[in-house]
């Protein structure tokens, strides 16, 4: 069973950092790993996505301000996020995908993980 674990979230004034971390338990290479946000009130969204190929890509919301790195040494993908602005405020969920097919010779089943959120509150 695969886990993934959001840590790095907190509270930051406006203009400020933070660096999100999102652990999974195992192959995070064998993944497309992406990080969503919700705000209350509203609908997931997008942030961004490192697929397996090494394709990244951004929500129009973070690009320029946000980076999406993983180290697959260390089963980590991470989020850094700079110059915040309080619409950053959200629960940050880190998704793991992984399609039915081979990874490192092995055969695998599709799979979606999703962790359980790490709050960040950016205030003004």
């Known amino acids: 069973q695969v886990q993934v674990v959001e840590s790095g979230g907190g509270s930051v004034q406006a203009g400020g950092s933070l660096r999100l971390y999102c652990a999974v338990s195992?192959?995070?290479?064998?993944?497309?790993m992406s990080w969503y946000r919700q705000a209350p009130g509203n609908e997931r969204e997008f942030v961004s996505t490192f697929r397996r190929s090494g394709t990244i890509n951004y929500g129009d919301s973070v690009k320029g301000r946000f980076t999406i790195s993983r180290d697959n040494a260390m089963n980590t993908l991470y989020l850094q996020m700079n110059s915040l602005k309080s619409e950053d405020s959200a629960t940050y969920y880190c998704?793991?995908?992984?399609?039915?097919?081979?990874?490192?010779?092995?055969?695998?089943?599709?799979?979606?993980?999703w962790g359980q959120g790490t709050l960040v509150t950016v205030s003004s």
């Open positions: 998704k793991a995908n992984r399609p039915s097919g081979f990874c490192d010779d092995t055969w695998y089943s599709s799979l979606e993980v």
């Open positions: 195992g192959g995070v290479h064998c993944f497309d």
